[in-house]
């Protein structure tokens, strides 16, 4: 199994990004998928969950502003993220489940089973 992310960059505060994660190997149209962050020098934070069939969920610092969705018939976990922050910069990371997790559980990185490598986004103040 492989997760290929892709789509960050360097945009100023205000902006919008969209970030793409490929899954290859295995399908995961039933399980959940996520999306973490790590800026430098601080603990992997969780960023938003997509749990099955539209169910999502968001950490309190994202709603409102970043959307996450998932195409199932291309294997693709998608995060659209709109009025960016200096605060949102971070290497973002996709993760998969062999499950389906509930929304507790969705929030939690021990929860995953398949990660990718992250992929960098800069916001400019």
């Known amino acids: 199994v492989q997760l290929q992310a892709s789509g960050g960059g360097l945009v100023q505060a205000g902006g919008s990004l969209g970030l793409s994660c490929v899954a290859s190997?295995?399908?995961?149209?039933?399980?959940?998928m996520a999306w973490f962050r790590q800026a430098p020098g601080k603990e992997r934070e969780f960023v938003a969950a997509?749990?099955?069939?539209?169910?999502?969920v968001y950490a309190d610092s994202v709603k409102g502003r970043f959307t996450i969705s998932r195409d199932d018939a291309k294997n693709t976990l998608y995060l659209r993220m709109n009025r960016l922050e200096p605060g949102d910069t971070a290497a973002y990371y996709c993760?998969?489940?062999?499950?389906?997790?509930?929304?507790?559980?969705?929030?939690?990185?021990?929860?995953?089973?398949?990660w990718g490598q992250g992929t960098l986004v800069t916001v400019s103040s």
């Open positions: 190997g295995h399908s995961f149209s039933s399980k959940s």
């Open positions: 993760a998969a489940s062999r499950l389906t997790l509930i929304v507790s559980e969705a929030r939690r990185a021990n929860n995953y089973d398949y």
């Open positions: 997509y749990r099955w069939r539209g169910n999502t």
